[in-house]
């Protein structure tokens, strides 16, 4: 089963509360962003967006320029149901991170909160780096969150590679600089806990 189908098959089966990585809104997400921009008019992609609700706070905070990524159209569509009106305001992409054509230098700030764990492939992390190495300027940052070394081992029937700081920004390399790091306890919609690392780096 590919990608694709495989989180095409969760979304059009699972409610929005009824994955595991789901909250209302994401706080530490949501802070390192406005830390990283305080400029409403910077440029914002939210990688894996997908149903998440990032992008509803995003634009209740007047930030301007954001773009949703997600390899699920479904996911896409229930985000763009969910914001009516506000959804003409979004740019929406549907494609695979490590191979969708994305604008050159185009971004202030790079977010993904539970894609980059997913990739257990070096290849493909390689290729995910290159594509933000690529599409944010020079100056901007990345914000990536992936389970911790005491988060689980699987997710959504899929393995995931966990990390820790130095780990994480270690796939990253040195031109990759990391401002900051924070841990977090999400606790799923049916009370289990996961651990996620965050790292906030900045391209030099």
Known sequence: MSAKTHWEH?????????VSWYR????????????????????IIDVGGG???????LLAH??????????????????????????TSVHWVAGDITAVELETA???VWHDRAVFH???????????????????????HVIVATFGLDGPEKCSGLDVVRYDAGSL????????????????LHETP????????YCLCRID
């Open 62 to 87: 007047d930030y301007r320029d954001v773009t949703v990524l997600d390899i699920s159209p479904a996911a896409i569509g229930v985000a763009k149901a969910r914001l009516g009106c506000s959804a």
């Open 24 to 43: 209302p809104h994401l706080e530490v997400s949501l802070r390192l962003i406005e830390d990283a921009a305080p400029d409403r008019a910077s440029a």
């Open 169 to 184: 920004h270690g796939e990253f390399g040195p031109h990759f600089r990391l401002l900051d790091s924070a841990t977090e």
């Open 190 to 197: 049916w009370g289990t806990p996961q651990q996620f690392m």
């Open 10 to 18: 969760v979304y059009q089966t699972k409610a929005v509360d009824e």
């Open 118 to 140: 997913f990739l257990t492939s070096a290849d493909d992390r390689v290729a995910y780096v290159r594509q933000v190495a690529r599409t944010v300027k020079r100056g901007g």
């Open 106 to 108: 185009r971004y202030d």
């Open 51 to 57: 149903e998440a609700t990032l992008v509803d706070d």
